[in-house]
């Protein structure tokens, strides 16, 4: 049974007042998600004072293209094209991390359903099960290594029963649900995220002030090489380029005694402090020369023929 008129005018006016009122929303997809977890989700978000709006797609086109109608230009015309599925809107002027972690933390354990898709790889553990030895022949056929220890079946090794995105089957849903194993776990899925007019991922909010810094210093230094490099003067290279100057100036200094400036003094008196100095020309002659020349030693006699 579709919506009143009197419904569809609240929700109308509702939606308008809702992009009127905030700057940031998330789109978010609603699949497998449950109306009690759904209840939960909008008791959290109202810590934030986050507003969490669904309904048909056909409303909420309508109510977007009427709003772009009477706003031409209006940034929230990026939103229209990504309206399509299950999906709703969580509107907010709070942090965006914040709200995040809120939407993400209510998620719930779900068993495998036959003709599912599986989100993520399921591995069965290795280790005792609580089935008889009668079903041996269950686990032959899903080449499932057993042993029977103690009149119980127990898994030898681990085994990859299910690849994220295949369709789960019947035998697995059974072995699953034998093993008390609740694989899946559903709630709301971050689509994308609008701020202030501009439309982005999810993985954004995991970008942290000191990745910033990090990323920008790293970008500075680059185009300082490049700049030295190249010996083109930018704002990044000239602190290096004065840096150099300075160096090359006490260089000079320490090597001509003759020249000196006051920036260079501490550099010179440290140097003259922890350097050894030479020693004078006359008293650096070596001992070699002070020692009196020995005799030389007698040739030893030949040695006599007896012929």
Same mark, same amino acid.
């Given at each position: ?95 965006? %991390?914040? *709200?995040?972690?809120?939407? +993400?933390?209510?998620?719930? &354990?779900?068993p /495998?359903? =036959? ?48 690849k ?56 500075? %230094?680059? *185009?300082?090489?490049?700049? +030295?490099?190249?010996?083109? &003067?930018?704002? /990044?290279? =000239? ?10 100036c ?28 030479e ?7 070596p001992?070699e ?8 030693a ?10």
């Open positions: 049974m579709g919506l009143s008129k009197e419904r569809k005018q609240w929700y109308f006016e509702r939606l308008e007042e809702l992009i009127n009122t905030y700057s940031k929303l998330f789109i978010v997809s609603a699949d497998n998600v449950g109306s009690a977890q759904m209840q939960q989700i909008r008791m959290k978000l109202r810590d934030s004072n986050s507003i969490m709006l669904m309904g048909k797609n056909t409303m909420v086109r309508k109510v977007i293209t009427n709003y772009l109608e009477s706003n031409p230009g209006h940034p929230f015309a990026a939103i229209l094209p990504m309206v399509k599925g299950n999906i709703g809107f969580v509107f907010t002027n709070a942090d965006l %991390s914040q *709200v995040r972690d809120d939407l +993400l933390e209510n998620r719930v &354990p779900a /495998a359903r =036959v003709g599912a898709l599986a989100p993520i790889d399921v591995v069965v553990p290795p280790g005792p099960t609580d089935c008889e030895p009668g079903m041996t022949n269950f686990f032959q056929t899903l080449q499932i290594a057993t042993k029977i220890v103690k009149g119980r079946i127990e898994i030898t090794t681990a085994v990859d029963l299910l994220a995105g295949d369709k789960v089957g019947s035998s697995e849903a059974v072995l699953l649900q034998k093993l008390g194993i609740r694989p899946f776990s559903y709630g709301l899925v971050l689509v994308a995220i609008y701020d202030n007019g501009s439309v982005f991922t999810p993985e954004v909010l995991d970008i942290t002030p000191e990745i910033l810094s990090a990323k920008f210093a790293m970008a500075v %230094s680059n *185009v300082a090489a490049l700049s +030295l490099a190249v010996g083109y &003067p930018t704002l /990044a290279s =000239v602190p290096h380029s004065i840096i150099n100057a300075f160096k090359t006490v260089a000079v200094s320490v090597e001509c005694p003759t020249y000196t400036f006051e920036k260079a003094k501490p550099y010179q008196e440290f140097l003259d402090a922890n350097l050894p100095k020693a004078p020309a006359d008293a650096a002659a001992a020369e002070k020692k009196e020349e020995a005799p030389a007698p040739a030893p006699a030949a040695a006599k023929s007896d012929y």
